[in-house]
């Protein structure tokens, strides 16, 4: 975990968001003991979220952040709010039935809704531009992208979504690599760290207390058990119980607390290395483009949507506010970055966009994202007093807001729409500890190559 930390750490130090960020206030470490209602581990959107809305109901939330807010996921990613799940639909069909599956869909459309009630109600800066578009490479890929439509419109009324053929789809891309596409009008793009200390800001405002530079050791169920998971808890003795709280604990404090929320995304594994089974962390890398001007950067996308296809290894794209191309592409499952990030970046930009060819790259970096084994996002909880939010698999910008809104129901006492997520199923990655990530590595090639093929 220490590793991955570092990993995570060098690929920050390039961000383009780090670079435009807006002004944010630094929050001094926990060092005390702390009394709660409420302690939530992690300060990304999902964790923020959760704290914005149990403060705003009058809890007295305490967050922990072992780095920055916004410092993970959250604050590095492609800036893409989609609807819907990057499982699609299929894993919720199949456990729990299309009139479950129907409002999973229902609750992805809430979680773009509920993102931009939260950027005009608390006045966040963050660039947000709608419309998504989603393009296929080859004949092949456009049948399946149009099967998906169909699927979409039929089960799920998604006639919002519009077809678009190979001319319609290259009059808005300036690239001749796509021969079909679906425009998304609900979808969008943002600056994900700017909107990430937006929620920091707002949660702050409604009373919730934010620790950064606070890593925690250890969690602990008020109901008797150290959180290690449903097969391998720990019992404590009574001595070492928090007065029938539940305790959380870090170098320098501790907070003890009725309810805790884990919302650590891939930097959970020493807290909670049951939860750690079920998600790998895989990398992923962005590239920022020196600025293009307006008129060179709308002969790219034409309507400013952000933009992906629908190969395995995908790429996506959009232009920033200040006319730049952030192209993101390329994923890691052994957790080693390439090394020359900008330069194999740019390689795949050039694919799809070779008249950039003499345009300079001044911002490369990536992080880790917690993809699950059938890519659903995987919501519960390993003791009564202990839930847990994991497993967007890349595709959490907007779900994570609401994921951290469900938690707060939950914990409030309203577990409907948060359990409607529990009754997926999930199975622990393969091959234990040390053989997990070189099974993953094979097996995404052989996918992979099957692609190209």
Known sequence: ??????????????????????????????????????????????????????????????????????????????????????????????????????????????????????????????DWTPGALTVAVTSKKARALQHWVEHMQTRYGAHHLEWLDGAATRDLIGSQRYCAGVMDPLGGHLHPLNYTLGLARAASVAGAILHERSEVLTVESGKGVVAAGAQDQIQLPASMRAGGRARVRTAQGEVHCDHILLAGNTNLGAVAPQLARRIMPVGTYIIATAPLGRERAQALIRNRACVSDNQFVLDYYRLAADDRLLFGGRVSYSTASPRDLAATMRQGMLRVFPQLADVGVTHAWGGFVDITMNRAP??????????????????????????????????????????????????????????????????????????LL
């Open 1 to 126: 975990m220490m590793r991955l930390q570092q990993q995570s750490q060098a690929l920050v130090e390039h961000s383009y968001y780090q670079a435009t960020a807006r002004a944010a206030p630094s929050h001094a470490p926990l060092e005390d003991t702390v009394r709660a209602d409420v302690c939530i581990v992690g300060a990304g959107l999902a964790g923020l979220s959760a704290a914005l809305d149990l403060a705003r109901r009058g809890m007295k939330v305490v967050v922990l952040e072992a780095m920055r807010a916004g410092w993970g996921a959250s604050g590095r990613n492609g800036g893409q709010a989609l609807a819907g799940y990057a499982s699609e639909m299929g894993p919720f069909e199949q456990q729990l039935g299309q009139a479950a599956a129907h409002a999973a869909w229902n609750m992805s459309l809430e979680a773009l809704r509920l993102m931009q009630a939260r950027i005009t109600q608390y006045a966040i800066d963050c």
């Open 378 to 451: 995987d919501f519960g909880r390993i003791a009564p007093d202990i839930t847990y939010l994991q497993g967007f698999s890349g595709h959490g910008l907007a779900l994570a807001g609401l994921a951290g809104q469900l938690a707060a129901e939950a914990i409030a006492g309203q577990a409907e729409r948060f359990d409607l997520f529990t009754r997926l199923r999930h199975r622990p990655f393969p091959g234990g500890d040390l053989l997990r990530t070189p099974a993953l590595v094979l097996g995404m090639l052989w996918y992979r190559l099957r692609e």
